[in-house]
């Protein structure tokens, strides 16, 4: 069987978001793939039922179950925006419920069915925002990566009768209203929001309650940072964290006395699923709590306190429950992600087999190494067991900092295979601050970016020099995001990497505090320290490395600003570098934008690794 190829790119089909029936019977999820044409993302409804062949549905995502079964309500763009659409099973079309003027969000059904609630954005005055008058900001939280610049949109909660379709608007002002949950009485959501005037500045979100044309009550106290809320039958759980913003997400119920943390029975950050971040939202399964949490690189579902449910090597993404049955789905070493239903809490039955067939795919394996101050770190080697002499090697960073990799396939990093199927070594670190290792890891590099963590890239690349894999002349180095300003960080602290490519990346802290969505907590909580010192820029005159900057033009997040600064500092040095600018293309563009942009950025990895560091052995 051939190894995987660029072009293998535009066949994943990788499933997310499975929604069980409340029956058990039947599992609906969101299948994205590519049109290649189109240079789009398409996102479809799918279903799964046990022992028969998934099928789709109708175009759309984010498919929700009606308390009786009857019904998918769904999202599905009209005219660019995103509208909650009804899907009815007994046969039919399905048809559009609203029409909001600057789309909908995930819809979520009352219990009693009438109803369906969603966050939305909402424009000044209830209108669009005109693109081209004057941005005014009085605080610093004026656009956000993705979205770009707010323009005075906000999102807010809205309830659509389904009967009807007629909207009524829940909650208004200046904040943002997440992700609404219906009482299980029906009379109110519950939903996380900061409205302090100072928000900008302090971290801070409390969850809320409200009716329909009442006033928010705040239920919470400052102590806890809250993330999302959830009331699974009649128990309200929070995600939350404990004082500082930088540290591990837990789980708390609200009971009489304010919020109470779940024992988990782990030093793990539950994980309840972002863009790049995967896991799920907290679920029931009879009285037990049901979360994602990251162990070891590997995102597992957990049964409160701290039993795992899927042992393998995963990345859990999603997951609910109904009838006592969990629908989930999870990447695997050798698929970027299927559906599976878990019976009795052990009996894991496959539903779909969306994986890459005709591929023959290379296995991670997982590797510990020992940093020079005794701190053992964990990494994932990809690498064809048949090549016998050392060969190139490329060190892969993750972001965050605090993310990490896993040993499973995914869409994104396809150069990995493509690397190790002609003679490279990957290496994919998990060093201090990764999450899955425990809290005092995932905090050991706060106000230390690059001071704390290099000797653990170090010691890991010096191992594989000294086992035979990797050949110390044909060292490279890449990463995105924070694995930018490491590989800024690493390429000007040491020369021992003959090419580099920064995606996405931080050069400039000091620049980066004041111009990035999330600068001031990068300031106030994750550095807060020596900016200047720990600034790549500031050493920017002992890089030699060939350095190839890739960078969204629409980052908001990493401000493409710091690539043009690294990119003008190379060149003036005369260091061979190439700035390589995405048009329109956000902070998560590499997961989630255009499929020409994604396909672009691997080939372009590819071909520099070639030019640089291919070749002959030293
Ligand atoms: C507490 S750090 C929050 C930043 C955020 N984390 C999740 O991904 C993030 O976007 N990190 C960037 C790097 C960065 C860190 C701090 C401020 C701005 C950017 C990344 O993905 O590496």
Redesign the pocket.
């Given at each position: 069987m051939p190894r995987l190829t660029l072009d293998d790119f535009f066949r994943f089909a990788v499933p997310s978001d499975p929604r069980l029936r409340p029956d058990g019977g039947a599992v609906a999820y969101t299948l994205t793939t590519i049109d290649r044409d189109a240079d789009e993302n398409r996102t479809e409804v799918w279903l799964a039922v046990p022992g028969e062949p998934p099928r789709r549905l109708a175009k759309g995502s984010a498919a929700r179950w009606s308390p009786d079964g009857g019904a998918l309500a769904f999202l599905r763009p009209v005219d660019g925006k995103p509208q909650i659409h009804l899907l009815p099973m007994d046969g039919g079309e399905p048809y559009a419920l609203t029409s909001a003027t600057l789309g909908a969000g995930a819809p979520q059904w009352s219990p009693d069915g009438t109803r369906i609630a969603f966050s939305g954005p909402a424009g000044p005055g209830g209108a669009a925002p005109d693109p081209d008058a004057p941005v005014v900001a009085d605080r610093l939280e004026y656009k956000a990566?993705g979205a770009g610049l707010l323009r005075g949109v906000t999102s807010h909660l809205f309830v659509v009768d389904v009967a009807t379709g007629e909207t009524a608007r829940v909650t208004d002002g200046d904040f943002h209203a997440g992700e609404p949950s219906w009482a299980p009485d029906g009379t109110r959501l519950a939903f996380v929001a900061s409205m302090d005037s100072d928000r900008d500045l302090e971290t801070g979100g409390a969850v809320y309650t409200v009716e329909v044309g009442g006033e928010p009550e705040r239920l919470t106290e400052p102590e806890i940072i809250c993330t999302g809320a959830w009331w699974l039958g009649e128990r309200l759980v929070v995600s939350g964290l404990k004082g500082s913003?930088?540290g591990h997400t837990r789980l708390f119920e609200l009971g009489p006395g304010g919020l109470a943390e779940v024992e988990t029975g782990l030093d793990r950050n539950v994980m309840t699923g972002h863009p790049?971040?995967p896991g799920a939202t907290p679920a029931l399964l009879g009285d037990d709590l049901l979360f994602c949490a990251r162990d070891h690189g590997c995102t597992h579902l957990y049964r409160a306190p701290g039993e795992k449910l899927v042992p393998e090597e995963v990345s859990v993404s999603g997951a609910s429950v109904a009838a006592g049955r969990i629908a989930y789905v999870a990447a695997t070493p050798h698929s970027a992600g299927d559906v599976y239903l878990i019976d009795n809490v052990k009996d894991v039955t496959r539903l779909t087999d969306h994986a890459l067939d005709g591929v023959d795919l290379l296995t991670p394996a997982r590797r510990t190494f020992t940093a020079p101050d005794g701190t053992q770190v964990e990494g994932f080697v990809l690498r064809d067991e048949t090549a016998d002499a050392p060969g190139p090697l490329l060190l892969d960073i993750h972001?965050?900092?605090?993310?990490a990799w896993a040993p499973v396939l995914d869409g994104f990093h396809l150069y990995h295979q493509v690397l190790a199927a002609n003679g490279w070594t990957v290496l994919a670190l998990n060093p201090r601050a990764s999450d899955g290792y425990g809290e005092d890891f995932y905090t050991a590099a706060v106000g230390a970016w690059g001071v704390a963590d290099t000797q653990d890239f170090l010691a890991a690349v010096d191992d594989l020099v000294a086992d035979g894999t990797a050949d110390p002349g044909r060292l490279a180095v890449t990463g995105?995001?924070?694995?930018g300003?490491m590989t800024c960080w690493l390429t000007s602290t040491t020369g021992r990497f003959k090419a580099a490519i920064p995606g996405?990346c931080?050069s400039d802290l000091t620049s980066?505090s004041g111009t990035?969505d999330?600068?001031y907590?990068?300031k106030t909580?994750?550095?807060p320290g020596d900016l200047a010192a720990q600034s790549p820029i500031t050493h920017v005159a002992e890089v030699t490395a060939p350095t190839l900057l890739l960078h969204g033009e629409g980052d908001d997040?990493?401000p493409v600003g710091q690539s043009e600064q690294w990119f003008a500092a190379l060149r003036e040095r005369r260091v061979p570098v190439r700035l390589v600018r995405y048009p329109g293309a956000s902070?998560l563009f590499i997961l989630n934008g255009r499929p020409s942009h994604r396909y672009d950025y691997n080939e372009r990895i590819l071909a520099w690794l070639e030019q640089w560091v291919s070749g002959s052995p030293t």
């Open positions: 990566d913003p930088v790049g971040y972001g965050g900092p605090h993310n995105y995001s924070y694995g300003y996405g931080v980066m990035s999330m600068g907590l990068l909580h994750e550095h997040r990493c902070h």
